[in-house]
């Protein structure tokens, strides 16, 4: 049965990420990404390993990020990432106030963009925004 909690080890998410072949970093800067989230969900399977996550970054502001929806090869298409997207989207409905009005960011993985669609979210460039951009700094 997989569970959904709180709670991720640095080792763990780095773990994740080497999965999906994303960059590796220090583990301190893991250890502050899972700190300084605002939510954090952790999916583990059977044997308690960890098989997925998710991180949202909001400062309860209008401006809020999701970031690394990872969801291990061997568990995708199994409905585990969209769980992980609408809990994030959840979460800010419940913890906004009312008339607040949020805007979900997100950078998907390149050939993700239908996962995200499904989902809502708009690609850009579009009628109403420019490409989205990014840079390493280090």
Known sequence: ???????????????????????????????????????????RNEEGRCIGVVRLL???????????????????????????????MNRIKEDSKPGYKVKLNLNSAKGKEPFYEKLGFKIRPNEEAGAGMDQWLL
Request: glycine fraction near 6%.
């Open 58 to 88: 909001w400062d309860g502001g209008y401006v809020a990020f999701l970031s690394d929806v990872i969801v291990d090869p061997a568990y995708q298409r199994q409905g585990i990432g969209r769980t992980l997207v609408e809990a994030v």
């Open 1 to 43: 049965m997989i569970r959904y909690e709180k709670d991720i080890t640095p080792e763990e998410y780095l773990e994740l990420r080497r999965q999906v072949g994303w960059m590796e970093f220090p583990l301190e800067e893991a250890k502050n990404c899972i700190e300084n989230a605002y939510m954090i969900t952790c999916v």
